[in-house]
């Protein structure tokens, strides 16, 4: 157990322990046994809720989860790994003036999208470079890579709309007691909108980027069939050649002329130099 002005950490099995002191316990139980996205539930006499926060790079593991009880006196975060613990430890100096649990609960979430942007924009660097390299050739391990970023910027856009819930669901409860200031929850929803906003933006990037991708690969395809439509029409009047020379039959004059085999040649190559001409005049070439 850590214990911080206005702030108590647990581990799950602490709060089991405690659980006779929190109303609505089994609600928060359940919630933790699973973190799968950010949500809060506003009770009379609390709020809990769960955080999962992604890390802030191509990895799509949590940076941290963990479970929180909101009462008008404590915030009580609940987790196991110990990386909360120590991600506040190194912030501690951020909370030393807040004076209710409320703003404790709003600095931490603030912090954990601190340098967000920052982010957002270097995802913003990467998608313009990969489309730079598009237009010079396609890498190999483009599509896989762009599959990544698409991945990625699905689970912040989910991220960001869940903490937008948060703060538009506390700051409208402005006859609670536990909630202090409503007004810094309005703002922190609008930010996390906006955050949400530059995710759609790079989401629309994204797709944009396979739809040229996918365009590229359609027009290497064609012009590949083009090529070889182009081969099989060339050749397509020898093997007439010599599909008919090849009856062999008794009275054909050609077979009994001595320069047949050369004429032969002479048309063949004439026919193709005829049809280069032709297909590069048609700019099929």
Same mark, same amino acid.
């Given at each position: 157990?850590v ?7 647990? %581990?799950?099995?602490e709060? +089991? ?6 109303p ?11 973190i799968? #996205?950010?949500? @809060?539930?506003v009770?009379?006499?609390c709020?809990?809720?769960t955080?999962?926060v992604p890390?802030k790079?191509? &990895? ?7 479970g929180?009880?909101?009462t008008?006196k404590?915030? =009580?975060?609940?987790e ?6 120590h991600w506040?430890e190194?912030? $501690? $100096?951020?909370?030393?003036?807040? &004076? ?5 609960l709003?600095?931490?979430?603030e912090?954990?999208? $601190?340098?967000d942007?920052? #982010? ?5 660097? $990467?998608?313009?470079k ?10 190999n391990?483009?599509?896989s890579?762009?599959t990544?970023y %698409?991945?990625?910027l699905s689970?912040?856009?989910?991220y960001y709309?869940q903490? @937008? ?5 506390l700051?409208?409860q402005d006859?609670?007691p536990?909630? +202090? ?5 309005n %703002? ?11 995710v759609?933006?790079l ?9 040229? #991708?996918?365009s590229?690969?359609?027009a ?9 439509t182009?081969?099989t029409?060339? =050749?397509?009047?020898l ?10 039959f008794v ?11 050369? @004429?032969?040649?002479?048309i063949?190559a004439?026919?193709?130099i005829?049809?280069?001409? #032709? ?7």
């Amino acid at each position: 157990m850590v214990n911080i002005h206005c702030l108590t950490i647990l %581990r799950e099995d602490e709060f +089991r322990e405690l659980k006779k002191d929190f109303p609505h316990d089994n609600e928060l139980l359940h919630s933790i046994r699973s973190i799968r #996205y950010c949500k @809060a539930e506003v009770f009379r006499d609390c709020i809990l809720g769960t955080l999962r926060v992604p890390e802030k790079n191509e &990895k799509r593991t949590p940076q941290v989860v963990c479970g929180f009880y909101l009462t008008d006196k404590e915030l =009580f975060l609940i987790e196991d790994s110990g990386e909360l613990k120590h991600w506040i430890e190194k912030k $501690e $100096e951020q909370f030393q003036e807040l &004076k209710s649990p409320d703003q404790f609960l709003l600095k931490m979430m603030e912090l954990m999208i $601190e340098n967000d942007l920052l #982010y957002l924009l270097h995802l913003e660097k $990467e998608i313009e470079k990969m489309e730079d390299q598009l237009i010079k050739g396609v890498p190999n391990n483009f599509f896989s890579v762009l599959t990544k970023y %698409r991945q990625k910027l699905s689970e912040l856009d989910a991220y960001y709309e869940q903490l @937008a819930m948060i703060g538009d669901l506390l700051q409208s409860q402005d006859g609670l007691p536990i909630i +202090r200031n409503t007004e810094s929850w309005n %703002r922190y929803a609008l930010r996390t909108e906006r955050l949400q906003n530059h995710v759609h933006l790079l989401r629309e990037n994204i797709l944009q980027l396979r739809e040229l #991708y996918q365009s590229q690969q359609e027009a290497q395809q064609n012009k590949i069939m083009c090529i070889l439509t182009v081969v099989t029409t060339i =050749f397509l009047p020898l093997t007439l050649l010599t599909g008919w020379y090849g009856m062999n039959f008794v009275n054909m004059p050609e077979l009994q002329w001595k320069y047949g085999y050369v @004429a032969v040649i002479v048309i063949a190559a004439i026919t193709i130099i005829f049809e280069i001409i #032709y297909f590069k005049k048609k700019k099929l070439l």
